[in-house]
């Protein structure tokens, strides 16, 4: 189940945590996969331990926040990649800060990669999932889109504003058999929780119902099913994958 063979995806965020997970399940479904980020030197670490694993994957330098330089980027993609059938919007950053400290440039910087820099890709990828007839595209936002968070308007506005827009593209695009979809993830297994001190992460997992921090796997799977001929009839929808933080 869930195979991903003849499919092509590319992933934002690659190098490192749920975007390096994601990238490894769908190579490990069959899916050839465009790893994207600005760090260009883990990405082609990445990519060839997914080749030296059997898959197939590339390494693709794009910086989100230069929507202006996402059209040539692509065109360099080699040939076997070029036409993405899976997009996963997952790079994402924050500046956190409460409102009356928020500086404008924190504000838009945010809103710049988390949010622009997928509309920007998302438009210029939808053009061959439309000629092809067939296309998935997975946007991973985070409760505090759904919830909101003390610190985090900048990263709750970008989250949420990616709910609204998959909603709406999933209503444009269902006719030509592309399906649009969002995964919030809650807390996260990463090197800064891990460095956290004791009861700062008792805390964490207090409020979560399964008493656990997920983990990127945990956010890795619903993508890969998603992606899948399997929910093909799933579309428009937001998958909570928080352990229970927010019901």
């Known amino acids: 189940m869930f195979r991903l063979d003849?499919?092509?995806?590319?992933?934002?965020?690659?190098?490192?945590?749920?975007?390096?997970?994601?990238?490894?399940?769908?190579?490990?479904?069959?899916?050839?996969?465009?790893?994207?980020?600005?760090?260009?030197d883990k990405l082609e670490a990445l990519a060839e331990e997914i080749?030296?694993?059997?898959?197939?994957?590339?390494?693709?330098?794009?910086?989100?926040?230069r929507p202006d330089e996402m059209e040539a980027r692509l065109a360099?993609?080699?040939?076997?990649?070029?036409?993405?059938?899976?997009?996963?919007?997952?790079?994402?950053?924050?500046?956190?800060?409460?409102?009356?400290?928020?500086?404008?440039?924190?504000?838009?910087?945010?809103?710049?990669?988390?949010l622009t820099g997928p509309y920007a890709l998302t438009r210029l990828?939808?053009?061959?999932?439309?000629r092809r007839r067939w296309g998935r595209i997975i946007s991973?936002?985070?409760?505090?889109?759904?919830?909101?968070?003390?610190?985090?308007a900048n990263?709750?506005?970008?989250?949420?504003?990616?709910?609204?827009f998959s909603k709406s593209l999933a209503r444009e695009f269902g006719s030509r058999?592309?399906?649009?979809?969002?995964?919030?993830?809650g807390y996260i297994e990463t090197a800064m929780t891990d460095a956290l001190p004791e009861a700062a992460q008792k805390s964490l997992t207090d409020s979560i119902v399964l008493r656990r921090l997920g983990t990127v796997d945990d956010v890795a799977a619903p993508v890969v099913f998603l992606a899948s001929e399997e929910a093909g009839y799933v579309t428009g929808h937001v998958l909570n994958v928080s352990g229970g933080l927010y019901i």
């Open 51 to 65: 080749r030296g694993a059997g898959g197939r994957a590339t390494a693709l330098a794009l910086d989100l926040t």
């Open 140 to 152: 991973v936002s985070s409760v505090v889109g759904l919830m909101g968070n003390v610190g985090q």
């Open 6 to 40: 003849g499919k092509t995806a590319l992933v934002t965020g690659a190098s490192q945590g749920i975007g390096e997970a994601i990238a490894r399940r769908l190579a490990e479904q069959g899916a050839a996969v465009v790893l994207a980020a600005r760090s260009a």
């Open 76 to 114: 360099e993609l080699p040939e076997d990649f070029a036409e993405i059938d899976i997009l996963v919007n997952n790079a994402g950053i924050t500046a956190d800060n409460l409102l009356a400290r928020l500086k404008m440039d924190d504000w838009q910087r945010v809103l710049d990669t988390n």
């Open 177 to 185: 058999n592309i399906t649009v979809n969002v995964v919030a993830p």
């Open 155 to 164: 990263y709750a506005a970008a989250k949420a504003g990616l709910i609204g």
């Open 125 to 130: 990828l939808i053009r061959g999932m439309m």
